[in-house]
């Protein structure tokens, strides 16, 4: 009993309106941008008002003061960052409100003139970091407020694989903060035994000043592996709460999107289909790729000259033959939708497991025999869509327009048949859908 409980979750339906209302996420370019240009205005003003260019190298006794070697740690972290903090996205506004404000105290604590430049662009990293912060929560309220109204008793079992790599897709996180935990520990014992050293050492001749590169790795690695750890501390705590729910997702339009999410092309078969007599779908899609075993959304590709699915099946059958399978997938081009009604959206859709908007894009699971289950233990999470991103990726966006009216074979009303629209046939190629909507 317990097993089957742990199976078990509830099923979030959301309409095609519904979840196409759930808020995006701006695009992070521009607050990466604001806060890498503080860094480095901050930087180069802390430069100018300590007139950096006149300051002389520091004797070997004064460059082995902790303050020294703090301060001079914590300003070359400050360049490094300006220089590679691009990378760090919308996490920089974080990291450089930490690191000036470092700075800022350090500089204050010797009374140099740079201090207020160090302060204010740690004040205005501040600022940026917390607009950042308020900027994410309203898309995971909305995302609970809708799952809390929706939740009906639906229930499903979901399937070992979707669980398996949920579990994986977790714990990338937590093993690059583990990585990064490493690469600290070792520069920071690097930094210890070279400080220690050269304490006990007496002043070299060419009275060069204690530089230990390595302090500056250190603390970048430090400070990554404190935004790592909060990122992945705050998805597991985000996670407790969406691992409860399979949302059905209907189509495209909403704040994520993974492979097959949208099943309403054409140009593709359902596994049991290509067990129809004399179907050679099988064998084209290994011709293709020949390390093919299973298509990685759980569709067979068509071939073209295949007798059961073949271009000229689809044109050989007469209208009513055709109405009668026209939400099939294989009878429609690769670039036009399949006609669905209501309830085919939800029987044929995808689901989301765990789902959890920017945070968590949930793992896509698939209706099986038993319940839904990914297709794969190795299939990733669903990735984040931005405000500004189209609702199909450009990788992933039908190849072709509809064809001209040339070779057109004939047009099919598929309203006897309780569906919107109309097929329209060619003499080369597979059907097209034709509606008034978009
Ligand atoms: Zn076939």
């Known amino acids: 009993m317990q097993d089957v409980r742990h199976n078990v979750r509830e099923l979030i339906r959301p309409s095609k309106e519904e979840w196409a209302s759930l808020p995006r996420r701006r695009s992070g370019v521009r607050p990466t941008l604001l806060a890498w240009l503080l860094g480095l205005l901050t930087v180069g003003g802390a430069f100018v008002a300590d007139r950096g260019w006149e300051e002389t190298p520091l004797g070997w006794e004064e460059s082995l003061l902790p303050v020294n070697v703090f ?34 105290v350090a500089y204050a604590s010797v009374g140099a003139a740079s201090t207020t430049a160090w302060a204010a662009g740690a004040v205005l990293s501040a600022v940026l970091a917390t607009a950042e912060l308020v900027s994410s929560p309203p898309q995971l309220r909305e995302i609970r407020e809708l799952s809390a109204r929706l939740r009906d008793g639906m229930t499903t079992v979901v399937g070992e694989k979707a669980f398996l790599a949920e579990r994986r897709e977790l714990a990338l996180g937590w093993w690059v903060a583990f990585g990064l ?44 592996l404190a935004v790592f750890c909060g990122k992945a501390a705050h998805r597991w705590w985000v996670h407790r709460y ?23 092309y054409g140009g593709k078969l359902e596994p049991k289909e290509s067990d129809a007599p004399g179907c050679t779908c099988d064998e084209e899609t290994e011709r293709r790729d020949p390390e093919y075993e299973e298509s990685p959304v759980g569709y067979v590709l068509l071939d073209d000259y295949c007798a059961a699915h073949g271009i000229d099946t689809v044109n050989a059958m007469n209208h009513d033959a055709f109405r009668a399978i026209a939400r099939s997938a294989w009878l429609w081009d690769e670039s036009s939708r399949v006609p669905q009604t209501k309830d085919d959206v939800i029987a044929s859709s995808t689901g989301l ?47 072709f327009l509809p064809p001209t009216e040339q070779g057109i074979l004939d047009t099919i009303d598929l309203a006897p048949a309780g569906l919107t629209g109309t097929a329209v046939r060619y003499r080369h190629g597979r059907a097209w859908l034709r509606t008034d909507g978009p």
Not at 74 to 101: C, D, E, K, Q, Y
Not at 245 to 264: C, E, H, K, N, T
């Open 242 to 264: 969406a691992r409860q729910f399979v949302w059905i997702v209907p189509g495209s339009g909403g704040p994520v999107w993974a492979q097959g999410l949208d099943p309403s």
């Open 181 to 224: 935990a490493c690469v600290s520990a070792a520069l920071w014992a690097w930094f210890a035994a070279d400080w220690t050293t050269a304490r006990a050492t007496t002043p070299p001749s060419d009275r060069e000043s204690f530089e230990p590169n390595e302090a500056v790795f250190a603390l970048a690695a430090t400070l990554l």
């Open 71 to 104: 301060g001079g740690m914590v300003t070359n972290t400050s360049i490094l960052m300006v220089v590679l903090g691009w990378s760090l996205g919308r996490r920089l506004p974080f990291a450089s409100a930490a690191l000036l404000g470092t700075c800022a």
């Open 353 to 399: 497991l765990a789902f959890a908007g920017h945070v968590f894009g949930g793992i896509p699971v698939k209706r099986d025999a038993r319940g839904m289950d990914a297709v794969d233990p190795s299939v990733g999470k669903a990735e984040e869509l931005k405000q500004s991103d189209q609702d199909i990726p450009a990788w992933n966006e039908p190849k």
